[in-house]
């Protein structure tokens, strides 16, 4: 392991030397691509709750942002187009603003209980168009904006890492009590930050996340 200072002799530069490394792909790795939604992957983003949505700003920073909601919070318009709304949350905005210099997002979606997942690329605009956004109604409310994404890439993702992670399996749920409050690690990072008021916050956000 390099100390910092010095050069690691076994890092990887260039692609022949990553290649060399690494096996071929077997040829449905490489044929699964897609330029479209079809019957398989429209069904999976239907029964989807989660996913995890990749920007990065015109300079290749990067951020990945959670998305969550009911099993189909994800619209699919079309084969070549999916809508995610965009709900109150931090207001930070680091995935909305790396949106707005960069359209190019990547998209991972889960299923509770699957093992596979959905990897999805493609060109996101950002609209508040009201005719959109009644769609995802939710107890009375609408979202703040929706992100809309024009797919370039789209394919099933092996089950590989949640294989390995049991991800799904109860019995390796780790017991919450075991780590501080998100507002005690804050306190913890910030001097002089009111944990005890984030706390509430939060448990008031639990019964108001529209």
């Known amino acids: 392991m390099p100390d910092g200072h010095q050069p690691d002799p076994y890092a990887i530069t260039d692609r022949a030397a990553l290649r060399a490394v690494y096996k071929t792909p077997f040829e449905g790795a490489v044929k699964k691509v897609l330029p479209a939604l079809e019957n398989h992957g429209m069904a999976f983003i239907a029964a989807s709750p989660f996913c995890v949505l990749a920007t990065s700003d015109e300079n290749g920073n990067l951020d990945a942002s959670p998305k969550g909601g009911p099993p189909g919070f994800v619209k699919v318009h079309d ?3 999916v809508m995610i709304p965009d709900w109150p949350g931090n207001n930070r905005l680091d995935g909305l603003e790396n949106i707005i210099t960069n359209p190019h997002v990547g998209v991972l979606f889960f299923v509770p209980g699957m093992n596979e997942m959905l990897r999805l690329n493609g060109r996101a605009v950002i609209t508040t168009d009201p005719a959109l956004k009644p769609a995802f109604e939710t107890k009375g409310k609408l979202p703040i904006s929706v992100i809309v994404i024009t797919i370039d890439q789209v394919y ?8 390995r992670s049991a991800l ?3 019995t390796r749920q780790v017991d919450r009590k075991q780590f501080p409050t998100i507002g005690q690690m804050l306190a ?7 944990g005890v008021a984030t706390d509430a916050m939060v448990e008031k956000h639990k019964n108001d996340l529209y």
């Open 156 to 163: 099933l993702h092996c089950a590989r890492a949640l294989d």
């Open 79 to 81: 084969a070549k187009t």
């Open 188 to 194: 913890d990072q910030i001097v002089g930050y009111d």
């Open 168 to 170: 799904w399996d109860a």
